[in-house]
């Protein structure tokens, strides 16, 4: 049997080389903390305070250009918000197809400004193919209220519930300030919207009987090309007071004009004086906004001019 002083001997609970040991290991801790005072070393780091926002979403740059895109045109279809978010991207390297951000990213946003109060978004029309529609609500337009009059007073939209029938030339329109924006990024862009809150504005004297989908500024001298969309034929004497208004209010005119509506567009357009007619371009809407191939009768879809 070993003696209790032997090598390999445990330490009985009270031997002094236990206490030497635990006196030694405490001394190593004091010097791995610095040698604190024993009043610090308790202390528990201070709790960061909560913000009173916290849950709470907050816009971006890329928000605010959205939502204000969305304000001016009345209403937003889904996949176009799709070509919106991508086109502001802060990140636009980084996405999988530099021209479209996922539905997901797409229905993330739409969450986050709901919260907000900020818009209204649904499926309007029927059929199945057809996406959901966004637009902004009355604390959305207030809001977001960015112009003002010339008393430098914000000017805060009227609010407009989509309607079903109106949808397809909003639609129509929108694709063509996209396209618009796309090739001719520097031009700055005013919808009708806002050009009848303008009109609203002046005396009845000076009023215009047609209002444009859209006025293009170019950047080099600020002359205003009109946008026209047209989707239904419309009667021969109207679609020439039209083009007449265009073309001696507008020094040009793009003109975006459907399958179906191009005959009689094209009908009123030969009518005009020579000099009239070179300040309207005749464009396809089906083959510049909305990608389909040219149709027989517009074999060679001719590029869009400025002057």
Known sequence: MLE?????????????????????????????????????????????????DKGIPRLEERDLIVLRWI??????????????????????????????????????????????????????????????????????????????????????????????????HIFLINQARLYIERYYPTYTFKSERQLRREQNARPKAIKQRHFT????????????????VERWDKAGARLKDILQELAQTYHRTWYFVSKTARTAVMKAYEQLPKGQRKRIQILSAEVKLLGLAPAQEVEQEEEISEE
């Open 213 to 228: 989908d859209g006025l293009i500024f170019r950047p080099d001298d600020g002359r205003a090309i009109a946008l026209e």
């Open 4 to 52: 209790p002083d032997q090598p390999g001997t445990p330490p009985a609970p009270g031997d002094e080389r236990t206490t030497r040991k635990r006196t030694s290991s405490s001394h190593a801790k004091k010097k791995s903390q610095g040698d604190a005072p024993p009043d610090d070393l308790g202390k528990k780091k201070k709790a960061r305070a909560t913000r009173e």
């Open 71 to 168: 304000l001016q045109m009345y209403a937003v279809r889904f996949d176009q918000l799709q070509v919106l978010l991508a086109r502001h991207s802060p990140k636009k390297e980084e996405l999988t197809d530099p021209e479209h951000v996922s539905p997901s990213t797409v229905r993330t946003h739409l969450r986050r400004w709901k919260v907000l109060g900020l818009v209204m978004y649904k499926k309007i029309l029927y059929a199945k193919e057809d996406p959901l529609w966004c637009w902004l609500t009355p604390y959305g337009l207030d809001y977001l209220a960015f112009e003002e009059d010339e008393n430098g007073n914000p000017v805060v939209y009227s609010y407009y519930l989509p309607k079903p029938r109106e949808l397809p």
